[in-house]
């Protein structure tokens, strides 16, 4: 399996535009989580959904963000209007199940995105 | 506040050294998880402790829980420039009848050849 896949891996967007993360789990992956890494925060969970239906969405900052996942091979994370505080590595990661997970949660390599 | 915290924040020891990383809990543990995350890529499963107690190793990289204290401990031996990076812990924190996967801020460690 090649991983979680992250794409685009770098983005740079102006302020007020929309932008589109996007994400393809491993295959019979049920759970699917995005994060958000900053040197202030650290890393911070977004939303997660199960079987392609959002579970928490405590985490997302504001109405500006908005997460979907209309099949268990894609989801997306989008922010419109974007702004410069939205800087940070964007994370998706995928994993059969929740809690003592043997081995583990499997990350993307990560979303960079800067809004000027 | 961090539910895990790291300490400490960041490291810098000479090539050969040995050095401890450890992670504490504000909550029960139900496990805990050490990633690697090198500088502008994504983070790397390490291991997985369950029990108190329990010791696991990846190379020169040891890991301990003790649940009692709700502390994790990760040492490595005879450090090397590859295991520079970002370390985190994670934990499967309880919430609404879930598990959810939750991080420390992660210690920064450079290992000067």
């Known amino acids: 399996d090649a991983g979680v896949i992250q794409s685009p891996r770098h983005e740079v967007t102006e302020m007020g535009q929309e932008v589109t993360l996007r994400c393809k789990p491993i295959?019979?992956?049920?759970?699917l989580f995005w994060y958000r890494q900053t040197m202030m925060r650290g890393l911070e969970l977004l939303i997660y959904?199960?079987?392609?239906?959002?579970?928490?969405d405590s985490g997302m900052p504001e109405d500006r963000f908005s997460a979907k996942m209309p099949n268990a091979s894609f989801s997306t994370l989008k922010i419109q209007p974007s702004e410069p505080r939205d800087s940070a590595v964007y994370f998706c990661?995928?994993?059969?199940?929740?809690?003592?997970?043997?081995?583990?949660?499997?990350f993307g390599s990560g979303t960079r995105l800067t809004v000027v | 506040s961090q539910e895990l915290e790291q300490s400490p924040q960041s490291l810098i020891v000479q090539e050969g050294k040995n050095l401890t990383i450890n992670c504490t809990s504000s909550?029960?543990?139900?496990?805990l998880y050490w990633y690697k995350q090198k500088y502008g890529e994504g983070l790397i499963f390490l291991m997985m402790?369950?029990?108190?107690?329990e010791e696991k190793s990846h190379e020169k990289i040891t890991a301990k829980l003790d649940e009692k204290k709700q502390q994790s401990s990760l040492h490595i031996t005879a450090s090397q420039p590859s295991h520079a990076g970002i370390y985190l812990c994670?934990?499967?924190?309880?919430?609404?009848?879930?598990?959810?996967?939750?991080f420390g801020r992660g210690t920064s460690l450079i290992v000067h050849p």
């Open positions: 990661a995928s994993s059969p199940w929740t809690g003592r997970a043997n081995y583990g949660y499997t």
């Open positions: 994670g934990a499967d924190m309880a919430s609404g009848g879930s598990y959810i996967p939750t």
């Open positions: 909550k029960t543990l139900y496990g």
């Open positions: 959904f199960n079987n392609n239906v959002p579970i928490d």
């Open positions: 402790l369950q029990k108190g107690g």
């Open positions: 295959s019979g992956h049920d759970y």
